[in-house]
């Protein structure tokens, strides 16, 4: 049906920078929101940041004036560019959107996550 494919993550030292990309495909009618999340070892999954296709942005408190949220939703594209990288942002990131099947219905899918490790 539809499949998100995270990419970007890896290993970046306390003050780097990495920046996250998703793909979306499948049959996908349209998209009203994508979403990034995280999840670290032991911790609930914790909502990081969201963009709407009107363009509206949220952010989790954590990652509020370090992350951006951007997306080029005719492609089918989000993106999070993470700044100032501490250790307790270390996680598996995960794309989330909300989707218009062609078939009619929306739901929710994720992808399976990018793993960010940001060592001090």
């Known amino acids: 049906q539809v499949q998100l494919v995270e990419s970007g993550g890896g290993l970046v030292h306390s003050g780097g920078s990495l920046r996250l990309s998703c793909d979306a495909s499948?049959?996908?009618?349209?998209?009203?929101?994508m979403h990034w999340f995280r999840q670290a070892p032991g911790k609930q999954r914790e909502f990081v940041a969201g963009i709407t296709s009107g363009g509206t942005t949220n952010y989790g408190d954590s990652v509020k004036d370090r992350f951006a949220i951007s997306s080029d939703f005719p492609k089918k594209k989000v993106y999070l560019q993470m700044n100032a990288l501490k250790p307790e942002d270390t996680a598996v990131y995960y794309c989330?959107?909300?989707?218009?099947?062609?078939?009619?219905?929306?739901?929710?899918?994720w992808g399976q996550g990018t793993q960010v490790t940001v060592s001090s």
């Open positions: 989330n959107a909300g989707v218009v099947l062609t078939t009619g219905g929306g739901y929710d899918f």
């Open positions: 499948g049959n996908i009618a349209s998209i009203a929101a």
